[in-house]
């Protein structure tokens, strides 16, 4: 039998587990689609629900769903806080 191919672990070099909490905490979901060429991001929150256009590989779509969950907070939570 064959060894089974190992695949490589993505390179995620910011993480922001604030931002991440403030996003879980008010609603908003942010996870991959598989796509024809790639993956997109796609953002949920309530019944809004919005597809990146952006195509991006497998090694790279995690880093950009941190940045994501970063762009909502800048935009939202810094200003905002939820009680």
């Given at each position: 039998?064959?060894?089974?191919?190992?695949k490589a672990?993505?390179?995620?070099?910011?993480?922001?587990?604030?931002a991440q909490l403030w996003c879980f905490k008010n609603g908003y979901r942010?996870?991959?689609?598989l796509g024809n060429k790639g993956y997109q991001i796609r953002i949920e929150r309530g019944g809004n629900?919005?597809?990146?256009?952006?195509?991006?590989?497998?090694?790279?779509?995690?880093?950009?769903?941190?940045?994501t969950y970063q762009t909502i907070y800048d935009k939202n939570g810094s200003k905002k806080r939820k009680e």
């Open positions: 039998m064959g060894r089974a191919l190992k672990s993505p390179k995620i070099k910011h993480m922001n587990y604030k942010v996870f991959p689609i629900k919005f597809v990146a256009t952006t195509i991006y590989k497998e090694a790279d779509i995690w880093q950009e769903i941190w940045n």
